[in-house]
């Protein structure tokens, strides 16, 4: 697998980010729960959740974006899918019990769902070459276009943020590049929203 060594760095980045914080935005590396909730409201964005659908969580760590679901009162069949098996058996027990959810490690088995939601996965490369990462995201949203069957989103790091307070070891997307990538291979409905007061952006793919 070309991206195997890339997705060891990455699953051991997260299990220890897990072992240290637990079930916590800063378990998955979010700094907040405040700003863990402005990345859901963008990416939610995409999906119609008037009537019953069905979600991938693309990246779903312990499950944070279920519990927003839950809490907002959706009726949704949710998947979430995580490179990292300890993420995936931390979200099992959290969610012990709860309906109409699973929760995997094995990309292989996630289902075609209605949207595919994914948050953050872009932005920890770590030691990855650029090019190798560009490649990988690019792999990464086919399989998730592939899996979506109404829109799907996702938010990355931004190539518009200050100098001065963008790390080496994380990937800043040009949002531009990724808007006109989307727009050309996945659908003619595509938004890009950059103004929601964080240093990324979140693209929404609608079908």
């Known amino acids: 697998m070309r991206f195997a060594n890339l997705v060891k760095q990455v699953d051991s980045y997260y299990s220890g980010k897990l072992r240290e914080y637990g079930?916590?935005?800063?378990?998955?590396?979010?700094?907040?729960?405040?700003?863990?909730?402005?990345?859901?409201?963008?990416?939610?964005?995409?999906?119609?959740?008037?009537?019953?659908?069905?979600?991938?969580?693309?990246?779903?760590?312990?499950?944070a974006l279920l519990d927003e679901l839950v809490e907002r009162g959706c009726a949704v069949d949710y998947c979430g899918y995580d490179i990292s098996a300890a993420m995936i058996a931390q979200a099992s027990r959290h969610h012990d019990?709860?309906?109409?959810?699973?929760?995997?490690?094995?990309?292989?088995?996630?289902?075609?769902?209605?949207?595919?939601?994914?948050?953050?996965?872009?932005?920890?490369?770590?030691?990855?070459?650029?090019?190798?990462?560009?490649?990988?995201?690019?792999?990464?949203?086919?399989?998730?276009?592939?899996?979506?069957?109404?829109?799907?989103?996702?938010?990355?790091?931004?190539?518009?943020?200050?100098?001065?307070?963008?790390?080496?070891?994380?990937y800043y997307g040009d949002p531009c590049a990724f808007f006109d990538h989307c727009k050309r291979l996945f659908s003619r409905q595509v938004a890009l929203l950059h103004n929601y007061g964080l240093y990324e952006f979140t693209i929404r793919v609608h079908k």
């Open 97 to 170: 019990g709860r309906d109409r959810c699973t929760f995997t490690a094995d990309e292989s088995v996630v289902p075609e769902a209605d949207y595919t939601l994914a948050s953050g996965i872009f932005n920890v490369r770590l030691e990855t070459p650029e090019p190798l990462w560009e490649e990988y995201i690019l792999a990464t949203l086919a399989t998730i276009d592939r899996l979506s069957q109404r829109g799907f989103a996702f938010n990355m790091l931004t190539r518009y943020s200050d100098p001065e307070r963008m790390r080496g070891d994380l």
């Open 23 to 63: 079930v916590s935005p800063r378990g998955v590396d979010w700094n907040s729960r405040e700003s863990q909730v402005i990345r859901f409201d963008q990416l939610l964005g995409v999906c119609d959740l008037t009537r019953p659908c069905s979600i991938n969580d693309f990246g779903c760590g312990y499950g």
